[in-house]
């Protein structure tokens, strides 16, 4: 098996064409490249009009290592080296650093972090939709509203824009129920969870889960598109053998019946597969739920692509839902299984569903009109895979490294921190532990676990800085290191969404301090200052 790995790295270093390998080796081409960009960036014009659409997309557990790897994949997939790849999102004008903590823990859940990033508050590991004051499991302190946090849904909601969700996760998984939700506790997704979860912990009898708040509260319940997994989260458990595991009603139904009674003569459709999906009429249809999948979807390596449509095909079928909106629109777009896929130690899966989710932003930005649309893309924490070990230019990123370790194995370019398997083995003959040898595992596995140092039944988060990726109106407030609740008060600002529930007159003054900036009457350093007063009440 290592002569075959061999003959591999030999393979991947005659992607470098003859051609490309001698132009790198002029001084000539590096500084042409390097003064073509700077040229471009010079030439860049800020955008200070207001963004009319905004869509946040989130790679869920991205890590920078993980956007490195996933660019050489890319490119190695189209028979490239793959280490001058970009991924769609790494051409957009603006980047800065995000700092992903939780208020009371050093590496984060998605959990706290989608509060962080959809409502601007941090909070606690685990909490969603409230603030810190509230620990893991009060429900009763989660039901008040001093300690209840609005999303960037409601806000866009409150200036009569149009909303939706898409997640290759469970809608109602932590990401996702960031923009909608208030709950102690993350995995209270169905009734169910909360009987099961808060047994003895809480009175759970005041509290709401979280597909019930989707389909029953506001911001959830005037989304126009829902479309992703956890499905069984919304059905009626009829008996042993059924899908769902509600114990009071089906939801489905409940929304069904909703949208009937709130909002005579729109239309409304859920769809359950991909052909359904892809025959939905986006200019005939106003409310849109598509559930995928019982619990989370599957990875796009492993789905029947006949059954189960792409993170590409949702957003493309959200946008077209909402594009026709006449106040614009705000979108939420995860690309969920990075996360489920680090967390076995999969990276060929992990660095797969990147690539997938490189082509959703790609295809949204096709779609859009960078004059009017922002478009933001982040990761909520990091993870704890590693590149390293001079591989060669042009190497497998999925294989190992031409040079063997001190002990004369050979080991993966890519490996993590912590996880379920880990690098060590047991020798029998002499009771002492060896290093794992990669030369006689099968790393062409779509699903080998690559090896970790400490042992976990699952690998965990990184507590690493993410990155942020900004394009359209704005998109120049995304820049330096900052705290990532501030992503989406950058971009109300850049909607000109109020973050708290506006009383007429406040909402009259933003509105005219809008008009008169845009026919030229006030300056944009005047706007931004008026606008942070009537904001944030500086």
């Known amino acids: 098996m290592w002569t075959f790995a061999v003959c591999a790295l030999a393979c991947g270093l005659a992607r470098v064409s003859a051609a490309a390998a001698v132009r790198e080796t002029e001084s000539k081409f590096w500084l042409e490249n390097g003064n073509r960009m700077l040229d471009m960036r010079f030439k860049m014009q800020l955008q200070t009009n207001t963004a009319r659409n905004m869509i946040m997309f989130l790679g869920d557990g991205m890590s920078l290592t993980t956007l490195t790897a996933a ?146 509260r506001d911001p959830g319940q005037n989304f126009k598109v829902i479309l992703g997994g956890g499905r069984s989260k919304f059905l009626f458990k009829e008996s042993d053998n059924s899908t769902g595991e509600r114990l009071d009603e089906n939801l489905i139904d409940v929304w069904k019946n909703n949208k009937l009674n709130r909002f005579p003569g729109q239309t409304t459709k859920y769809v359950t597969n991909r052909e359904e999906l892809m025959n939905v009429n986006a200019s005939k249809v106003d409310y849109l739920l598509g559930l995928f999948h019982d619990s989370h979807m599957d990875y796009r390596l492993k789905a029947d692509a006949n059954k189960q449509p792409t993170l590409q095909e949702m957003t493309k079928k959200a946008v077209e839902v909402l594009q026709k909106e006449p106040n614009g629109f705000v979108l939420f777009v995860e690309g969920g299984l990075i996360d489920k896929a680090h967390h076995e130690t999969w990276a060929k899966i992990a660095l ?112 690493d800085d993410v990155m942020v990726f900004a394009r359209g109106p704005w998109a120049h407030l995304f820049t330096g290191n900052f705290e990532q609740n501030e992503i989406p008060l950058a971009m109300a600002l850049a909607a000109n969404l109020p973050t708290k529930r506006p009383e007429r007159d406040s909402h009259s003054l933003s509105g005219a301090v809008s008009r008169l900036h845009s026919v030229g009457l006030i300056s944009t350093s005047v706007l931004v200052g008026l606008l942070g007063t009537f904001r944030f009440g500086l």
């Open 352 to 463: 797969d569903e990147t690539v997938e989710f490189s082509k959703a932003v790609a295809a949204a930005a096709e779609m859009t009109d960078e004059d009017d649309t922002l478009i933001v893309v982040t990761s909520d924490h990091a993870h704890t895979m590693t590149m390293a070990g001079y591989p060669v230019r042009g190497e497998n990123i999925l294989g190992s490294p031409r040079t063997l370790a001190d002990d004369n194995k050979a080991y993966t370019t890519l490996s993590y921190a912590n996880g379920p398997k880990v690098s060590f083995e047991l020798d029998n003959s002499t009771n002492a532990c060896r290093r794992l040898d990669v030369t006689n595992e099968d790393i062409a596995k779509v699903d080998f676990q690559y090896p970790s140092l400490v042992h976990l039944n699952a690998e965990t988060h990184g507590g």
């Open 71 to 216: 660019r050489i994949y890319q490119g190695q997939l189209r028979n490239g080296s793959g280490e001058n790849e970009r991924l769609s999102f790494e051409r957009f004008p603006f980047t800065g650093i995000s700092k992903t903590y939780c208020v009371d823990f050093q590496v984060p859940d998605s959990a706290c972090t989608s509060t962080a990033y959809l409502c601007g508050v941090k909070t606690n590991k685990g909490a969603i939709g409230v603030s810190s004051k509230v620990s893991l499991f009060d429900c009763p302190a989660s039901v008040s509203e001093d300690a209840r946090t609005t999303s960037i849904m409601q806000w866009a909601q409150w200036t009569g824009k149009a909303t939706g969700i898409v997640t290759t996760t469970r809608v109602t998984h932590a990401s996702p129920a960031g923009a909608y939700a208030h709950v102690a506790h993350r995995d209270w997704e169905s009734d169910s969870d909360m009987q099961r979860i808060g047994r003895g912990k809480t009175n759970v009898t005041q509290c709401e889960d979280i597909a019930r708040q989707l389909i029953t």
